[in-house]
């Protein structure tokens, strides 16, 4: 019996990436042969880091991980998804808010792309971190460290967070 490769496509702009991110992509390598952490471009948001500046510092994070790939991409995230041979969707979720949204936008992609969703909770110690937060933050100069993987380099400030 062939077995294919399970892919995880793990979308998100992830500007900066935190270490919620950080524990959901690791996490899933223990249930996915791959994660691809796909930097979705959208120019609707205010990013603080442009695309490859964010791609630069994952793949320097990840370095040691050879299954972890990070990609951008400007389409539609199910026909990303499909494009790179991804099993699933991967999400993490830290309330009841973001388990609505993401259970409308997981029935949405299965239904026009029969793509399936893994939503993993979040551990409650990053529970109350967000990109949002963090990028403010960084925006009044305060120290993130404690939000944002050890090793990770801003680079608008050439920081590396210890």
Do not use: W
Request: charged residues 25%; hydrophobic residues 40%; glycine residues 6%.
């Amino acid at each position: 019996m062939k077995t294919s490769e399970k892919i995880a496509f793990y979308p998100g702009t992830f500007d900066p990436f935190t270490l919620g991110h950080e524990s959901v992509t690791r996490r899933a390598l223990h249930i996915f042969d791959k994660v691809i952490v796909a930097i979705g471009i959208n120019d609707a948001k205010r990013c603080l880091f442009s695309p490859e500046q964010r791609v630069e510092m994952l793949q320097k994070l990840f370095a040691g991980e050879s299954r972890v790939e990070v990609i951008t991409y400007d389409n539609l995230t199910v026909d990303e998804a499909r494009k790179q041979g991804a099993t699933a969707i991967l999400r993490g979720i830290r309330s009841i808010a973001d388990f609505e949204y993401e259970k409308t936008i997981a029935d949405l992609n299965r239904d026009i792309a029969g793509i399936e969703t893994l939503l993993l909770f979040t551990e409650p110690r990053y529970a109350h971190i967000s990109s949002s937060v963090v990028r403010e933050l960084l925006r009044f100069g305060q120290p993130v460290g404690q939000f944002i993987p050890a090793g990770l380099i801003l680079p608008d400030t050439h920081t590396l967070i210890p």
